[in-house]
């Protein structure tokens, strides 16, 4: 069975991808062109997980993805070996269409939109000639957006809330838009893809509430288009597709079919379980259809047809290309999942992850012993894990863990403790409330532990003096809270809290202190976080303790106190700062993480000074950062590009 609520996980995911990137204010966008992997000697190396799908495109030997929110384009010219970001797409806007012509992958057209207020959308058809590294906006729409796209290359028809835009020179120049007539229920629109079709002459769409219909403007670039409904069944009208020859509709759980324009149909497939069917589409002369948990595919025009999983199981298909014979490599399908990767088909085999590397690392956490440590990072709406990324990184090790179940790990924390490295903790997202889980063999198995906390979570601890004593800090609905147990999980108490505390330490010598802080302060509790004591209102986004008495805190720059907190000063002036972890073996050195662009910085002085580690990281929007614990390896998680690996 799919998740729950799983129709509104794309939107759900945009929205918290764009919050993610709202939150890190005065955070600059990375390079235009940052090279997703850099395997020179002491440089950065891209180590996953290549979990991100989007809107795929293939001309010639380039193969291309936008990921949909914020909006990256994605390309590789070696059949998803390696991948290069091209960000110079509006990162306020999510893409609603994308194309990529087939003789010229330069070329290439995008639709954003971008909601204004809760009526309001503007939309905009946005062009490259020079694959990705710079744009130019065809059209915009405003107020009714832009929500499907359809076009050929040269004929591009683009429908809003009410109207079809139709250009015939690929958007350069536009006819008189086709003013709507077709029925729609206040702000109602096909969002989503796959609503829109050019066949022939005719544009067909379908609509939606209040009347669930199939639509054609009739000879769409002439001098007199005209609009009529085409097809008016009982219940629900979804997807379409065509290939000249034939359309395709998805209704309910069944696929109809028509070869004379509409004018007759023929039922072509019901799905067995009566699961609705999805993301039709005609590729490589083949039929495909879907449900969250199968692809049907028809090598017949839907006569007869084949079963199969789809790749990430519950996750179903966002597109689907096929990638063209080349290199001694035969054609292969690629399926795109937008939560989980790209995917080629490798018949009896399965399915081989392509990736990309798009993930935004919140948090990372290096647990178990040191010779067999894995790596876990937690995501947007997701926590991944792998054996810790020793040796040659190649496209197999890039596939991380996913963790699939009835919940999502959204806005997931983690924390480990050194005297227990083994055993991960973290906190998640649960509607309104909190799920604290507890894996205990380094992040690869998860159990819930107890009933949910009150409270959206905000930063998790297990204290480093004491294991068993975890604080997780949370925003309810009557304030701020910190929720604390003493007996790992099984009893827990609820104090308030100051603040809405985003990040939390312990003194590995003092198990009743705790620090914690956000923008508006640090603070220290020297009873196990019952009680709190404002040391000072410069923001804290992340605070360090070393066993030693030194304290390192980030916020807005750097601050270092060498006498167990009772004083501060600065060390580092600069941007916001995502996370600063310690060597695991020389007490000289730390590395922070740069939000703002800076990338690595790294102390060799016990934090007295700072620079930037040698070495450009791909993307420098650094948000977390872990260190292996033999101290070879350093890892940066960053926003929308997943983990990078350096040998230190």
């Known amino acids: 069975m799919p998740r729950p609520a799983k129709i509104v996980r794309v939107k759900l995911r945009i929205c918290a991808l764009l919050g993610v990137l709202a939150m890190l204010v005065g955070a600059p966008a990375a390079a235009a062109d940052p090279v997703a992997v850099d395997s020179s000697r002491g440089g950065w190396e891209s180590a996953g997980p290549n979990s991100v799908g989007g809107l795929l495109g293939v001309s010639g030997t380039t193969l291309a993805m936008v990921q949909p929110a914020p909006p990256v384009l994605w390309l590789s010219d070696d ?134 219909s199939l639509w054609a403007v009739r000879d769409v670039a002439g001098k007199a288009p005209r609009a009529e409904r085409v097809y008016h ?32 149909w023929a039922t072509l497939r019901r799905d067995p379980g009566g699961e609705p069917l999805r993301e039709p589409a005609f590729v490589g002369g083949r039929l ?11 090598t017949d025009g839907g006569r007869q047809w084949t079963r199969r999983p789809v790749p990430a199981a519950g996750e179903g298909v966002t597109d689907i290309a096929e990638l063209p014979a080349g290199g001694g490599k035969p054609a292969a399908p690629l399926f795109s999942a937008t939560y989980r990767g790209v995917f080629a088909d490798a018949g009896a085999a399965g399915y081989r992850q392509l990736g990309v590397p798009g993930e935004t690392m919140r948090h990372l956490v290096a647990a178990g012993y040191p010779g067999r440590q894995r790596l876990v990072a937690a995501g947007v709406q997701e926590v991944f894990d792998t054996a810790l990324p020793q040796g040659r990184i190649t496209p197999e090790t890039r596939v991380w863990q996913w963790h699939t179940g009835d919940r999502l790990h ?35 198995t998860w159990q819930l532990t107890g009933k949910p906390l009150e409270g959206q979570p905000r930063a998790i601890l297990t204290h480093p003096a004491n294991p068993d004593r975890l604080l997780v800090s949370v925003f309810t609905f009557s304030g701020n809270a910190l929720w604390r147990t003493e007996d790992a999980g099984r009893h827990w108490e609820k104090v308030p809290a100051e603040a ?113 580690l040698p070495g450009a990281l791909p993307d420098p929007r650094v948000l977390s950062l872990a260190v292996s614990g033999d101290g070879r390896y350093l890892f940066a998680g960053t926003l929308q590009s997943g983990v990078y690996r350096k040998t230190l």
Do not use: C
């Not at 709507?180 to 206040?186: I, L, S």
């Not at 069944?233 to 109809?256: F, K, M, S, Y």
């Open 288 to 298: 495909y259809a879907s449900t969250y948990q199968h692809v049907d595919v028809s």
């Open 233 to 264: 069944p009982d219940g629900d009208l979804g997807q379409l597709a065509a290939d000249g020859r034939q359309l395709v509709v998805t209704a309910g759980a069944e696929l109809r079919g028509s070869a004379d324009g509409g004018r007759t």
């Open 79 to 212: 059949r998803g070996a390696s991948w290069t970001a091209r960000r110079a797409l509006p990162q306020d806007t999510a893409v609603s269409g994308f194309f990529v012509d087939p003789a010229d992958p330069n070329r290439m057209l995008v639709l954003v939109n971008r909601r204004v207020d809760a009526v309001q959308w503007l939309g905009a058809l946005l062009a490259t000639t020079d694959r990705g590294q710079s744009w130019e906006t065809r059209r915009e729409w405003f107020p009714g957006g832009a929500f499907q796209l359809a076009t050929d290359g040269r004929t591009v028809a683009v429908m809003n809330l009410d109207a079809m835009s139709v250009s015939t020179d690929g958007g350069v120049t536009w006819r008189e838009d086709v003013p709507r007539t077709w029925p729609r229920d206040g702000i109602a629109a096909p969002v989503g893809d796959r609503r829109l079709a050019l066949v022939g002459p005719d544009a067909y769409f379908t609509t939606v509430h209040p009347e669930y």
């Open 500 to 612: 809405a505390f985003s990040t939390l330490a312990g003194d590995p010598w003092h198990a009743d202190r705790v620090w914690a802080g956000n923008n508006d302060g640090l603070w220290r509790s020297d009873d196990g976080g019952r009680t709190w004591t404002r040391v000072s209102e410069d923001a804290a986004s992340t605070v360090t303790v070393r066993p030693w008495g030194q304290i390192v805190v980030g916020g807005n720059g750097i601050r270092l106190s060498d006498d167990n907190g009772r004083t501060f000063r600065r060390v580092h002036e600069g941007g916001r700062i995502g996370q600063i972890v310690a060597h695991p073996w020389d007490p000289r050195t730390w590395f922070a993480a740069s939000t703002s662009g800076e990338g690595v910085l790294r102390s060799t002085d016990f934090g007295r000074t700072w620079s930037a």
């Open 410 to 444: 959204e806005n997931a924390s983690l924390s480990v403790a050194p005297w227990r490295p083994e055993v991960v903790w973290q906190a998640t997202k649960n509607g309104f409330n909190t799920d604290v889980l507890r894996s205990g063999d380094s992040g690869r």
